[in-house]
């Protein structure tokens, strides 16, 4: 039988993600960039017309665009073997999914693009893999964009850049603490959260040689996290007395909650505060059909406090289509557990998510998000 193609490349965050669930899931693969006649002619039209990494090809002809659903296919139609059972343990594991999709796209964007001494051959030398010759826009030109566009969009100025910095190195700090007790997010087994995770922490800060070096420098069992999400087995050698199974007893270390706190400085505030533009976006639009495309920002820029800095974002849908699960998983619960679970919240400085809801859902038709 064919492999499944996943269409990504190296320096992709999100491809991140769906090669590591592809890896620890034990799939045969193979990646390539999606250039060819084939992903043009052939996958293209069934990914939505939308030319985004990653997207898999199945050997019976199925596409998949966007690594959630890349991992959401694969997760079903394998028994679940990376979605923790027990209730506090499956909304971490969904929450730092979550956070992974959306929550930490400045550090990941900061490192890789304002520290050209260090950088740019290396970004050149990955965009003309994405961009080859002949091709518009060209790799430069592209990367031309991505500074102009993409770094205002989410609130990378310079203004910003010390506080994006003093986030990521607290951030560095707390993964540190976590993985050298640790082997992965909830004990001796990866979670939908560690894949989440990957995502940026590989395909940006954890493999540009800016952010590469710090984390290798700062935070090396962060890194041996890294490193063991790309290996099949579980990698656990060096833990004494852990097991491929999560913690027993629906177990939140101290350490994890340190790191939802760290996150929550910015996640919260930014999520209140596009939820409050996304919603008065959708009250003026009366004529919203549903199965109308969610383009990837509306409305007016999203104005939030930066760990004492102001600055203003694209207020982004695609946040909420994956916070929504995590606000599922909180739904679904029955007291006690749900009072539990809103306990660990609020300690992780995070209280306020299963409240902050668009108006509309967000699903999915056509490898596309759509407004239901």
């Given at each position: 039988?064919?492999?499944i193609?996943?269409?990504g490349?190296p320096i992709?965050?999100?491809?991140?993600?769906?090669?590591?669930?592809?890896?620890?899931?034990?799939?045969?693969?193979?990646e390539?960039?999606?250039?060819?006649?084939?992903?043009?002619?052939?996958?293209?039209?069934?990914?939505g017309?939308?030319?985004?990494?990653?997207?898999?090809?199945?050997?019976d002809g199925t596409v998949?665009?966007?690594?959630?659903?890349?991992?959401?296919?694969?997760?079903?139609?394998?028994?679940?073997?990376?979605?923790?059972?027990?209730?506090?343990?499956?909304?971490?594991?969904?929450?730092?999914d979550a956070?992974?999709?959306?929550?930490?796209?400045?550090?990941?964007?900061?490192?890789?693009?304002n520290?050209?001494?260090?950088q740019?051959?290396?970004?050149?030398?990955?965009f003309?893999?994405?961009?080859?010759?002949?091709w518009?826009?060209?790799?430069?030109?592209r990367?031309?964009?991505?500074?102009?566009?993409?770094?205002?969009?989410?609130?990378?100025?310079p203004?910003?850049?010390?506080?994006?910095e003093?986030?990521?190195?607290?951030?560095?700090?707390?993964?540190?603490?976590h993985?050298?007790?640790?082997?992965?997010?909830?004990?001796?087994?990866?979670?939908?959260?560690?894949f989440?995770?990957i995502g940026?922490?590989?395909?940006?800060?954890?493999?540009?040689?800016?952010?590469?070096?710090?984390?290798?420098?700062?935070?090396?069992?962060?890194?041996r996290?890294?490193?063991?999400?790309?290996?099949?087995?579980?990698d656990?050698?060096?833990?004494?007395?852990?097991?491929?199974a999560?913690?027993?007893?629906?177990?939140?270390?101290?350490?994890?909650?340190?790191?939802?706190r760290?996150?929550?400085?910015?996640?919260?505030?930014?999520?209140?505060?596009?939820?409050?533009v996304?919603n008065?976006?959708?009250?003026?639009?009366?004529?919203?059909?549903?199965?109308?495309?969610?383009?990837r920002?509306?409305?007016e820029?999203?104005?939030f406090?930066?760990?004492?800095?102001?600055?203003?974002?694209?207020?982004?849908?695609?946040?909420?289509?994956?916070?929504?699960?995590?606000?599922?998983?909180?739904?679904?619960?029955?007291?006690?557990?749900?009072?539990?679970?809103?306990?660990?919240?609020?300690?992780?400085?995070?209280?306020?998510?299963?409240?902050?809801?668009?108006?509309?859902?967000?699903g999915?038709?056509?490898?596309?998000?759509?407004?239901?």
């Amino acid at each position: 039988m064919q492999p499944i193609v996943l269409y990504g490349v190296p320096i992709s965050l999100y491809t991140g993600r769906a090669r590591s669930y592809l890896i620890k899931a034990g799939l045969s693969y193979r990646e390539a960039p999606p250039t060819s006649a084939h992903f043009m002619e052939t996958v293209l039209p069934k990914a939505g017309g939308r030319r985004s990494m990653p997207t898999v090809e199945l050997p019976d002809g199925t596409v998949i665009r966007d690594s959630v659903a890349i991992v959401d296919h694969f997760e079903s139609r394998n028994g679940h073997p990376f979605s923790p059972v027990t209730p506090r343990q499956r909304i971490v594991s969904r929450l730092f999914d979550a956070i992974g999709a959306e929550g930490l796209l400045r550090p990941a964007m900061h490192y890789r693009w304002n520290f050209d001494a260090v950088q740019r051959e290396f970004i050149e030398t990955h965009f003309e893999a994405i961009y080859p010759p002949g091709w518009s826009p060209s790799a430069g030109e592209r990367m031309r964009l991505l500074r102009e566009e993409s770094l205002p969009a989410l609130g990378v100025l310079p203004k910003s850049m010390g506080a994006i910095e003093e986030l990521y190195a607290g951030l560095l700090r707390v993964l540190e603490a976590h993985f050298a007790a640790h082997p992965y997010l909830l004990g001796g087994r990866p979670c939908i959260g560690d894949f989440g995770m990957i995502g940026p922490l590989y395909g940006h800060l954890g493999r540009d040689p800016k952010p590469l070096s710090m984390m290798q420098t700062r935070a090396l069992h962060a890194f041996r996290w890294v490193e063991r999400m790309h290996r099949p087995e579980a990698d656990i050698g060096e833990f004494e007395g852990h097991e491929d199974a999560y913690l027993a007893d629906d177990a939140i270390p101290d350490t994890l909650v340190d790191i939802l706190r760290q996150l929550a400085i910015d996640y919260v505030p930014e999520t209140r505060a596009a939820c409050e533009v996304i919603n008065a976006w959708l009250a003026e639009q009366g004529d919203l059909a549903p199965g109308t495309t969610a383009e990837r920002r509306v409305g007016e820029d999203a104005v939030f406090d930066l760990a004492g800095t102001q600055i203003a974002v694209a207020a982004q849908p695609f946040r909420f289509y994956v916070l929504k699960r995590v606000q599922d998983e909180f739904e679904a619960l029955e007291d006690p557990e749900r009072g539990a679970a809103a306990e660990l919240l609020a300690a992780c400085g995070m209280g306020e998510l299963p409240d902050l809801r668009l108006t509309r859902d967000i699903g999915r038709r056509n490898n596309l998000e759509v407004w239901l």
